[in-house]
């Protein structure tokens, strides 16, 4: 087993998002509200322009590319709007007037993507996993070689399935990694754009996380508003206006956290012991179920239920009681999800492995 993560507090913190960070970033985030760079100023009140904060930023930019192993050529911007205005911001920048996007849809998140990018130009939906649910993910698929780029989920935090594998794909591959970013080893060069939304596993809510390869952007023949063209932002080094100065200061100390105690080899080997136990007690167990195909599970959202729907709330007071927080499905699901991002320690889930052994004991 590998060594404790500590948290700040002794509840268990299953939340979806924003999620469970380390302790040891909330202290030194704390501190630097106060004092930071013992300039005797806090971070919150001095310029993004001054040297202090440019090194953050630099900094932050220059872990992603790192982290994710991206070749030169790849620019990195930490925006503001959520995942949600990539949404909209990728097809305004990468789809080309006369051209289509693919889509696959594999739930809720790429749903509203595909949404976004119909109002923008010609999107087809290439496959679904929506016939059940969006319980596993759609494989085999055929891609057009003539889209502008193909766009997928990598891990679909409500439904609790993830792509164990990425698609070969000769056009450019755009992903949504709002939920899995950081959690495994990925080669970043597969990916023309990756996106992600801080909040889940990378840092607090309020920044987006964008890297895009630069020789596909300015072909589209679009107008667009200034703020939503990554060129701009690109030409501006990620500081066209004011950005969101804590939450890249945050998510650049949980990126330092990570590198230094080993990087995505190591994470991604904690997140499979942590994945491995619960799914292990969650099919032993009498009384629970998964509710996805077991090929595609979730390594970071893991949705399950009671067989006995009539149990669920005496479960959730159980839970509540060993102090298990965050632990309700979301409403499109139901059940329970566990989501184990990074800064979980595996005791956590040990303690939610219990908890579920102590109702099959009493209860089963
Ligand atoms: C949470 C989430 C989003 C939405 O993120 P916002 O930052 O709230 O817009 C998008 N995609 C995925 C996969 C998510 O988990």
């Excluded at 900094?59 to 982290?67: N, P």
């Excluded at 849809?105 to 976004?116: D, L, P, Y």
């Excluded at 006995?308 to 509540?320: C, M, R, V």
Aim: proline content about 4%; overall charge neutral; some cysteine.
């Amino acid at each position: 087993m590998i060594s404790n993560i500590p948290t700040m507090t002794k509840v268990h913190n299953f939340s979806a998002g924003p999620g469970v960070l380390p302790a040891e970033v909330l202290k030194e985030a704390s501190q630097a509200v106060i004092n930071f760079n013992n300039l005797d100023l806090s971070l919150l009140e001095i310029s993004h322009r001054g040297k202090d904060f440019i090194d953050v930023m630099e900094e932050a930019r220059s872990l992603v590319k790192e982290l994710l192993g991206l070749p030169s050529g790849y620019s990195v911007l930490f925006l503001g709007g959520g995942a949600s205005l990539q949404f909209g911001m990728v097809p305004s920048n990468l789809l080309r007037a006369n051209g289509h996007a693919a889509y696959v849809n594999t739930g809720v998140w790429a749903s509203k993507a595909i949404k976004e990018s119909k109002i923008i130009g010609n999107t087809k939906v290439i496959a679904s996993s929506e016939d059940k649910n969006f319980n596993y993910i759609p494989k085999g698929f055929s891609i057009p070689n003539d889209a502008d780029y193909l766009h997928i989920t990598s891990n679909n935090t409500i439904y609790g399935t993830q792509y164990q594998e990425f698609p070969d794909c000769s056009i450019p591959l755009v992903c949504d990694m709002s939920s899995d970013i950081f959690s495994r080893k990925v080669d970043g060069s597969k990916f023309a754009l990756i996106y992600a939304g801080a909040q889940k596993n990378m840092g607090p809510a309020g920044t987006t996380m964008v890297a895009v390869r630069e020789d596909l952007l300015g072909k589209t023949e679009r107008k667009m508003l200034t703020m939503l063209d990554y060129s701009e932002h690109i030409k501006a080094d990620s500081m066209y206006n004011t950005p969101p100065v804590y939450p890249i200061y945050v998510s650049m100390l949980t990126m330092k956290w990570l590198k230094n105690n080993g990087g995505l080899s190591w994470i991604e080997k904690l997140n499979n012991e942590k994945a491995a136990l619960l799914y292990n007690e969650i099919d032993r167990n009498s009384m629970f179920e998964g509710t996805t195909e077991i090929e595609d599970r979730s390594k970071m959202n893991v949705t399950f239920v009671l067989k006995n729907a009539a149990l669920e709330a005496e479960f959730a007071k159980w839970a509540k009681e060993a102090n298990l927080s965050g632990l309700p499905g979301h409403r499109s699901v139901g059940g329970f999800r566990a989501s184990l991002y990074n800064a979980l320690p595996i005791e956590s889930v040990q303690a939610l492995v219990d908890v579920m052994r102590a109702f099959e004991a009493k209860l089963g």
